[in-house]
């Protein structure tokens, strides 16, 4: 923010979730995802992250398909709540990893 006052409130809004954050994400492969809702529970240690049914804490990521490509999947994931790597777990949970 360019003033300080503008950064107070953009920083409040965060931290209250009045900020929904949409990612945009191209993944190998096609796939169709039509208001997917991925629920996994994400274990996290050490910066690693994965899905673990038995340790793992409550995540969900909505995924919707933009558009396809001749060898990739333009996505928008909605991570309603924020585990470390949530997006990248879910996805590739569902068989569909971020192309890097």
Same mark, same amino acid.
């Given at each position: 923010? $360019?003033?300080? #006052? +503008?950064?107070?409130?953009?920083?409040? =809004?965060?931290? &209250?979730?009045? /900020?929904?954050?949409?990612?945009?994400?191209?993944?190998?492969?096609?796939?169709?995802? $039509?208001?997917? #809702? +991925?629920?996994?529970?994400?274990?996290? =240690?050490?910066? &690693?992250?994965? /899905?673990?049914?038995?340790?793992g804490?409550?995540?969900l990521?909505?995924?919707?398909?933009?558009?396809h490509?001749?060898?990739n999947?333009?996505?928008?994931?909605?991570?309603?709540?924020?585990?470390?790597?949530?997006?990248?777990?879910?996805?590739?949970?569902?068989?569909?990893?971020?192309?890097?």
């Amino acid at each position: 923010a $360019k003033h300080a #006052e +503008a950064y107070r409130h953009f920083a409040i =809004s965060l931290e &209250k979730r009045q /900020v929904k954050k949409i990612y945009h994400a191209v993944l190998n492969g096609i796939h169709d995802f $039509k208001d997917l #809702e +991925a629920d996994q529970p994400i274990y996290s =240690s050490n910066s &690693k992250s994965r /899905v673990d049914f038995r340790e793992g804490k409550p995540s969900l990521t909505l995924v919707s398909t933009i558009e396809h490509f001749k060898k990739n999947t333009l996505v928008k994931c909605f991570p309603v709540s924020g585990r470390l790597h949530q997006i990248r777990v879910h996805l590739a949970h569902h068989e569909a990893p971020i192309a890097c």
